[in-house]
């Protein structure tokens, strides 16, 4: 049972920390929103930080899991690397879209403490080094890994919050050309 009321004020945490951000989500909204007591919340979490913390390494770990695991690193082909990444991020967009835009929206806070930074420096590294890579092997253009990393990430947080608001179909033609168009952007012609 209190596994289950531990996930109730974390689903309601990040449905308030996406809609309204860090400063202007208070424990009493969670409290409210997650239908448990204000106390409860302090049964798990020391405070708000404390809980959008643990929000922001679940959701980062995650999100990294499913970007390593399968993902073809002794392949010297760039692009099967790329594909991969973008489908796995497709993936979770899919199931998880709440939690990216929540990352997304987060990663500056200065609310942040060491060990979520350290999630995201994994995550970044990651990335970093699949941009390096391709950089090293002149497929990818030779800009900042985090410049080319903002213009994927945007592409596809932007891509999904039209889906979920109804203003784009998702297709499986749609998901294909968004990826060879991300491709074309960072890749040298």
């Known amino acids: 049972m209190s ?17 309204r ?8 909204m969670i409290s409210e929103k997650a239908g448990v007591g204000a106390g409860t919340i302090y049964r798990y979490f020391e405070n708000k930080e404390a809980l959008v913390n643990s929000l922001y390494q679940k959701y980062v770990g995650e999100f990294l899991e499913g970007l390593q695991d399968g993902y073809p690193r002794t392949s010297d082909d760039i692009r ?14 899919k199931s998880n879209l709440s939690a990216l835009l929540f990352v997304d929206s987060h990663t500056n806070g200065h609310y942040l403490d060491e060990a979520s930074r350290d999630a995201y420096m994994k995550m970044r590294k990651f990335l970093c ?5 391709g950089q090293k092997n002149k497929v990818i253009r030779p800009l900042p890994a985090d410049a080319l990393i903002a213009i994927i990430d945007g592409a596809f947080i932007a891509l999904y919050k039209c889906i979920m608001a109804g203003e784009i179909e998702e297709t499986p033609e749609l998901l294909a050309g968004v990826e060879e168009a991300c491709w074309d952007a960072i890749r040298i012609h």
């Open 129 to 133: 080094e699949f941009i390096e890579k």
């Open 80 to 93: 099967e690397q790329f594909r991969y990444i973008a489908k796995q991020t497709i993936r979770y967009s």
């Open 21 to 28: 951000g860090f400063d202007g989500t208070t424990v009493p």
């Open 3 to 19: 596994e289950s009321k531990r996930e109730l004020i974390m689903n309601a945490a990040l449905a308030l920390f996406v809609e």
